[in-house]
């Protein structure tokens, strides 16, 4: 069973920047997409980011799109999430979660019903 950890979330001022890693138990990323969720209390879960295994592709919502930015090692069968100019609307916990093949997307948004590997989350907080 692939398993997934988060890490990096953490307290940041509005406008500043932070690293979110996930690490796979195994060397997945050669057949599986990789993607980032969030979800903040009260609010549905909404697709960040993903990558495909395929070709590294990788897709955003439209939410983060210009601000936030995905990468991939797979010597380390981690992805990274980079954010920068971080917003009040972004605090949430943040999920990484993982699919076998391409990204399931919609309009570039990753679509959370398709993914079936998840992680424990990292809360992400934006404040002054």
């Known amino acids: 069973q692939v398993q997934l950890v988060e890490s990096g979330g953490a307290l940041v001022q509005p406008g500043g920047s932070l690293r979110l890693s996930c690490a796979a138990s195994e060397s997945i990323l050669d057949s599986y997409a990789l993607a980032w969720f969030r979800q903040a209390p009260g609010k549905e879960r909404e697709g960040v980011s993903c990558?495909?295994?395929?070709?590294?592709?990788?897709y955003y919502g439209y939410s983060v799109k210009g601000r936030f930015t995905l990468s991939r090692d797979n010597t380390k069968s981690s992805v990274y999430l980079e954010m920068n100019s971080l917003k009040p609307e972004d605090p949430a916990v943040y999920y990484c979660?993982?699919?076998?093949?391409?990204?399931?997307?919609?309009?570039?948004?990753?679509?959370?019903?398709?993914?079936?590997?998840w992680g424990q989350g990292t809360q992400v907080t934006v404040s002054s």
């Open positions: 990558v495909s295994s395929t070709d590294g592709s990788t």
């Open positions: 979660a993982a699919r076998l093949g391409r990204c399931a997307n919609v309009g570039g948004t990753p679509i959370w019903v398709a993914y079936n590997v």
